[in-house]
């Protein structure tokens, strides 16, 4: 992997070196894909540690994207949080699940990356995209910091603030794609990015073994949930429209 990224050269600006980067990954874990899973994907002893050593510049497979990406932040070429891997894919007509999205402001950027991806796309009818937003990761972060706090009001909100975040996100959602914003693209046959609510299982004993898919039922939506947490809810889950509930408390 290293000799075949010292010699490649790569020309052009940053948008079409840093495609250039991408297509030898992709192609080197195509045709090495165990080799490709052991370097990048599995923890191991021993193994140079993401992101410390590669900020540091001590692994050669990952300073070249490390220093393209930081030319490209200091020109103001990118910016941080900056979802331009995302236009340029749905600008050549990949499909892309946008994965880890936690906030409004990430999922704002990544919907906008959409639309400008779009944009640039002669056929965007071709091409599908979800924003996988986490849930219950939330909660357990966000209680462990409400019990620190310990006060009445703290501890009312335990276990509230996930589905807030999410319905919050579901209402922008509608903003931009079931409102004029997304007119245009609608007129070229565009297809919606739906929000994709991920890490849905219930984490915590004390909440509802289905609480995460319950209060998450809305159009337009995907909900990637773990088998036993199906079983959940084909067994005592209640079916009906919540998403769009209680959209003044969330906010």
Not at 79 to 96: M, P, Q, T, Y
Not at 206 to 215: G, M, N, R
Not at 232 to 239: N, Q, S, W, Y
């Amino acid at each position: 992997m290293t000799a075949r990224l010292a010699a490649k050269r790569l020309s052009g600006d940053t948008e079409k070196r840093l495609t250039k980067l991408g297509e030898i990954h992709l192609e080197y874990a195509l045709q090495h894909p165990r080799l490709y899973e052991l370097m990048f994907l599995k923890p191991r002893g021993g193994a140079r540690r993401y992101p410390q050593d590669s900020r540091a510049g001590r692994s050669p497979t990952t300073n070249p994207t490390v220093e393209l990406i930081r030319e490209g932040m200091e020109s103001g070429y990118l910016r941080k949080d900056d979802a331009c891997a995302v236009e340029a894919l749905i600008a050549e007509g990949i499909n892309i699940n946008i994965t880890l999205v936690f906030s409004l402001a990430h999922y704002e950027a990544v919907a906008q990356a959409y639309l400008r991806g779009l944009k640039r796309n002669a056929k965007p009818h071709q091409v599908s995209s979800v924003a996988s937003f986490f849930v219950s990761r939330v909660d357990t972060e966000v209680d462990r910091a409400l019990e620190g706090i310990g006060t009445p009001e703290a501890l009312s909100l335990h276990g509230k603030i996930a589905i807030a975040n999410a319905k919050v996100v579901y209402q922008r959602f509608r903003e931009i794609f079931l409102g004029t914003a997304f007119e245009e693209f609608r007129r070229r046959g565009a297809r919606l990015q739906r929000p994709l609510w991920a890490s849905t299982g219930t984490k915590n004993p004390a909440f509802s073994d289905v609480l995460y898919v319950e209060e998450l039922i809305g159009p337009n939506t995907i909900n990637t949930i773990p088998p036993a947490t199906l079983n959940a809810f084909r067994d005592h889950g209640r079916v009906q429209p919540t998403l769009e509930n209680g959209q003044q408390d969330a906010e």
